[in-house]
C-alpha cells in the first residue's frame, strides 16, 4: 500500500486508489488554511465568470495594488504569479551564477528548479537535536565558499522553525558581504507577519522574498502567489515569467481574500489556538515529540516505537494521511508532519496516533 507521496495534498490520487470519494479523506499532510477560502471568495469568483472570455491582466494590476497596499511597499516591488513554485522556478533563470547553497530540510522544488536549470546544489542541513537552529558563524562559513544564491524558508517547511528578523537580518548581511543572492521562501509568513523580511527585500537589491496566497487563504486549487523584491530585481523576474499565467478568477479570488481582514484575524487566532491544542495533545501520546511551530502544521518526531511510516500506514487504513518527511534531507522515517485542522479533526488525528503507538506496544 502505497502512502508516502512526495508532497502532501495528493487527496485525488489516494481516494481512486482506495475506491472512496476525496471528501471521504481526512487530509493531514497538506497545510492549508482549515478555515477555508475567505467567505467573499465565492461571489468573487461568480463576478470573474462573466470575464473568462477575454484575456487576464498579465501584469496583475489590481492585485498588485492590493498587496502593496497590505504590505506598505510600492507595485513595482511585486510580482504576482500562478503559485510560489512558478517563482522558484524562475529563481534559477533569473539570479546571477550557477552554484546554490539550500538551507535544509526544506521544500524539495528548491532543488529541482536549480539542477534543472543547471546550477550545483549543495545542502546545509539543521539539525532536528538543536531544534532546527541557524548556527550563523558556521552558515557564515560555508556561504564565503564562494555560492551565487542561497534558499531559506522561513518559517521552515517541514519544521515550522520561525527565523525571527534579527536572525534574517543578519544572514542578509552575511549574503551581502559574501555577494550571495538571498532568497527566502514566506510562504507561511502569513500567521507571523510582523517577522517578514519583504521590506529589506523591496528597499535593496540582493535578495527576495516569495509569497504564498494558496496556504493561508485556502487557494491551492487556484494557485497563486508573489514575490516582493527591488524594483529592478522584481522587473528582471517578470521578464522570465509566462504571459497570462494568472488567471481571472484566481485574481478575482485574491482580491477578495486580502480585502477580508476580519478573516485574516480570525485566521490567525484560530490557528495558533488549535496549534498549541493539537500539539498538547500530540505530546501526551508515549514516543511523539511534536516541535514548536509558528505555521498552521507541526513537524513530529517518533522517538520511539513504530516508525513514521507505520504510523501513517496505520491511520492511511482509517482514512487520515500524514505526511512522512522521511525523503527531506536530514530527516528520516522517524518524522512526520500534520496540519492543523479544526478540533474535532485535530481530536481524530490524535485518537488515530494514540490508537497506533498502543497497538505497536502490546
Same mark, same amino acid.
Given at each position: 500500500?502505497k502512502t508516502n507521496?512526495e508532497h502532501?495534498g495528493?487527496?485525488?490520487?489516494i ?5 472512496v470519494?476525496?471528501?471521504?479523506i481526512l487530509?493531514?499532510s497538506?497545510?492549508?488554511n482549515?478555515l ?8 468573487a469568483l461568480s #463576478? ?14 489590481e492585485?498588485r495594488e492590493?498587496?502593496?497596499r ?6 513595482a516591488?511585486?510580482?504576482?504569479a ?15 551564477? @550557477?552554484?546554490?547553497l539550500v538551507?535544509?530540510p ?5 532543488a @529541482?528548479?536549480?539542477?534543472r ?7 546545509f542541513?539543521?539539525a532536528?537535536?538543536?531544534g532546527?537552529i541557524l548556527?550563523?558563524?558556521?552558515l %557564515? @562559513?560555508s556561504?564565503? @565558499?564562494g555560492?551565487d544564491?542561497?534558499i531559506l524558508g ?12 534579527p %536572525?534574517?537580518e &543578519? ?6 558581504a559574501?555577494g550571495?543572492?538571498?532568497?527566502i521562501?514566506? &510562504?507561511f509568513?502569513d500567521f507571523?507577519?510582523e517577522e517578514s523580511?519583504k521590506h529589506?527585500?523591496a ?10 496566497l494558496?496556504?493561508?487563504?485556502a487557494?491551492?486549487g487556484l494557485?497563486?502567489g ?7 530585481t522584481i522587473?528582471r523576474?517578470?521578464?522570465?515569467? %509566462?504571459?497570462?499565467s ?7 479570488a485574491?482580491?477578495?481574500s486580502l480585502?477580508?481582514?476580519?478573516y485574516t ?8 489556538d488549535e496549534?498549541?491544542h ?8 508515549p514516543?511523539? #515529540?511534536?516541535?514548536?511551530s509558528? &505555521?498552521?502544521f507541526l ?11 507505520e504510523l501513517?500506514? #496505520?491511520?492511511?487504513?482509517g482514512?487520515?494521511?500524514?505526511r ?10 522517524r ?6 485542522r479544526? #478540533?474535532? %479533526?485535530?481530536?481524530r488525528?490524535?485518537a488515530a496516533?494514540?490508537?497506533?503507538v ?5
Open positions: 500500500m507521496f502532501g495528493n487527496v485525488f490520487a481516494a481512486r486508489s482506495l475506491g470519494q476525496p471528501e471521504d487530509d493531514f497538506a497545510s492549508i482549515p477555508g477560502p475567505a467567505p467573499g471568495v465565492r461571489e #463576478r470573474a465568470f462573466k470575464s473568462i472570455g477575454h484575456y487576464p491582466d498579465s501584469d496583475c494590476t492585485l492590493a498587496l502593496a497590505v504590505h506598505g511597499v510600492e507595485p516591488n511585486i510580482c504576482v500562478n503559485g510560489s513554485t512558478e517563482l522558484i522556478y524562475i529563481l534559477p533563470r533569473m539570479a546571477p551564477g @550557477k552554484r546554490a538551507i535544509a526544506s521544500f524539495s522544488e528548491y @529541482k528548479a536549480l539542477t536549470d543547471g546550477w550545483s546544489v549543495d545542502r542541513v539543521l532536528s537535536a538543536d532546527f548556527p550563523l558563524e558556521r %557564515e @562559513k556561504i564565503r @565558499k555560492y544564491l542561497l522561513n518559517p521552515g517547511n517541514p519544521t515550522g522553525r520561525l527565523y525571527q528578523l %536572525e534574517v &543578519a544572514l542578509l548581511s552575511l549574503c551581502r559574501a550571495c543572492f538571498l532568497a521562501d514566506e &510562504a509568513m507571523c507577519e523580511a529589506h527585500a528597499v535593496r537589491d540582493g535578495s527576495i522574498v516569495l509569497r504564498s494558496t496556504k493561508f487563504h487557494l491551492p494557485r497563486l508573489y514575490a516582493i523584491a527591488s524594483a529592478m522587473a523576474l517578470a521578464a522570465f515569467r %509566462e504571459p497570462w494568472v488567471n481571472t478568477p484566481a485574481q478575482a485574491g482580491l477578495a480585502a477580508d481582514t476580519g484575524a480570525a485566521t490567525r487566532k484560530f490557528v495558533a496549534r498549541m493539537l500539539s498538547a495533545r500530540i505530546a501526551a501520546i514516543g511523539l #515529540r511534536p516541535f514548536p509558528a &505555521a498552521n513537524l513530529v518526531q517518533a522517538v520511539r516505537g513504530p516508525s513514521a511510516g501513517a500506514v #496505520r491511520l492511511h487504513e482514512l487520515i494521511l500524514i512522512v518527511c522521511s525523503d527531506f534531507p536530514g530527516l528520516d522515517d518524522f512526520f508532519r500534520v496540519a492543523v479544526s #478540533r474535532n %479533526e485535530n481530536k488525528l490524535v496516533l494514540a490508537a497506533a498502543a497497538d505497536a506496544a502490546r
